[in-house]
């Protein structure tokens, strides 16, 4: 069995149940490359195994995940000297690079993740920004504490137009997406359930317990009839139009990469700096939640690394 350095790989109830855990609190689980493909063979370990009923994903510390890591030791060092960084256009120059890396790392491991043959649980505490949205997007069910909040915080700080897997307005709704996306604000967990985003909602000291009760309630469903179920719904929504969506705007995200680089003739760094008039990522202004009768919600409290 593999020893991973980013993650945590549980075995429960006779291996029906795996649990895997994002562990990089002292990031709040940001994602450097070898977190994304570690948890590539973490998912794939579990789906192979037959044993396996429900995969649930969660993470360790007080956050879920903070999405990408931007600058981290570790992140930048796996830009340089990761074996993936040399392979799938790692090679490339310029906007053929990072489109080729970005397709194969953020983008189609996402989907991957999406219609793995297994039902999945997202198991989600604090706050989850940016492509921490895109790990719970590509789960089956989602299970949040009552300190969740939710927000893809990159049109603001990074002058971007949404991060790789763009599911929100499927997930969000279509006005929603544009209010989140232009002001950066968040979701609660309540609001995240009365959207359909979120299935169920528990105290944060016991949502560890109550996602694994209600993955073996999950696990009682015959597994030809749970991948059935979650195949037809998938194919529905791919009917719909989801899956050609996601690509459309995975090439918009691209194009949006390309603009930064080309702006900044200097470093070509493909996103934006605060001198074009974004939120300093590094020092961000306080989070907030959406009101609908306010036009600036209330900060989030900010919580200790634990």
Known sequence: MPEYEYLQYEEHDGGQ?????LDRPDTRNAQNRGLLVELDDAFRRAEADDTCRVIILGGTGPMFSSGH???????LDDQQNHPTSKIDGGTREG??????????????????WRNLRKITIAQVQGQTFAAGLMLIWACDLIVASDDAYFADVVGTRLGMCGVEYFAHPWEFGIRKTKELMLTGDAIDAQEAYDLGMVQKIFPVDELSDKTLEYARRIAKTPTMAALLIKESVNQTQD???FHNALHACFTMHELNHAHWAWVHTEGQYPVALPDDGVIDWRNPEPMRTTTKDTVTGPEIPRKKKS
């Open 17 to 21: 149940i795996v649990r895997i855990l």
């Open 69 to 75: 890591d931007m600058g981290s030791k570790q992140s």
């Open 95 to 112: 906007a053929e690079r990072l489109f080729i890396q970005e397709w194969h790392y953020y983008f189609q491991n996402t989907l991957r």
């Open 239 to 241: 009917i719909m139009g």
